[in-house]
C-alpha cells in the first residue's frame, strides 16, 4: 500500500467533502479529498504533492505524482464563470512542481464579490473509496490549517 501525503494548498479552516455545498464534489462524483475554506486577501495556492502540472486552468489545476496519483486543486465553487478574473497563474501547464510551490494566486475578496464561494477543494481524482482518504492528525473538520500541513492522505 502506498501513502500520499496530501498538503492543504492554502491556509484557512478545513471542511470535510461531504460538506461542500455542490454535490459534484460532496458526493465524490469527482474522487475523495478535502477543502479548506480559505483566509480573506491574497492567497497562493500551493502545489499539495511533487509532481507534473498536467493541467492548469485559471481557477483549477492538477498535479500528477510519480506513483500516477492525480490530486485536481479546485479554486472556488463556480469559479469558472469568472473567466479568469481574479486569477493570476504562477506556474505553467507541463512544469514539474514541489509540493508546497505556489500555482495560482487567488483574490479571495474578488471571488467573494461576484457572489462565489471561494472554498478550496482538493480531490484524489477517480478514487471512488472514501476509505482510501484520511483527514491527518491533528487536522479536523472546522480546525485551522496552514498552506503547506498535511491535509489528508491518500492510500493505493
Known amino acids: 500500500m502506498t501513502v500520499t501525503p496530501v498538503l492543504a494548498p492554502v491556509s484557512g479552516r478545513a471542511v ?20 479548506v475554506q480559505p483566509r ?3 492567497v497562493d495556492a500551493l502545489a499539495p504533492v511533487d509532481g507534473k502540472l498536467v493541467r492548469l486552468m485559471p481557477h483549477a489545476y492538477v498535479v500528477l505524482t510519480p506513483g500516477g496519483v492525480g490530486l485536481l486543486v479546485h479554486l ?13 497563474p504562477l506556474a505553467s501547464q507541463g512544469d514539474q512542481v514541489r509540493a508546497g510551490q505556489p500555482v495560482i494566486r487567488c483574490d ?35 480546525s485551522d490549517i496552514e498552506a503547506g500541513a498535511v491535509l489528508f492522505e491518500a492510500t493505493s
Not at 470535510?16 to 477543502?35: E, I, R, T
Not at 472556488?76 to 493570476?88: E, H, N, Q
Open 40 to 42: 480573506a486577501g491574497l
Open 76 to 88: 472556488g465553487l463556480d469559479t469558472v464563470a469568472l473567466d479568469g478574473a481574479g486569477f493570476t
Open 108 to 142: 479571495v475578496p474578488a471571488v467573494l464579490d461576484r457572489g462565489l464561494n471561494p472554498i478550496v477543494l482538493v480531490v484524489v481524482l477517480d478514487e471512488r473509496d472514501p476509505a482510501h482518504i484520511a483527514a491527518s492528525d491533528p487536522v479536523r473538520t472546522g
Open 16 to 35: 470535510a467533502l461531504a460538506d461542500v455545498p455542490d454535490p459534484v464534489f460532496s458526493q465524490g462524483m469527482v474522487g475523495w479529498g478535502a477543502a
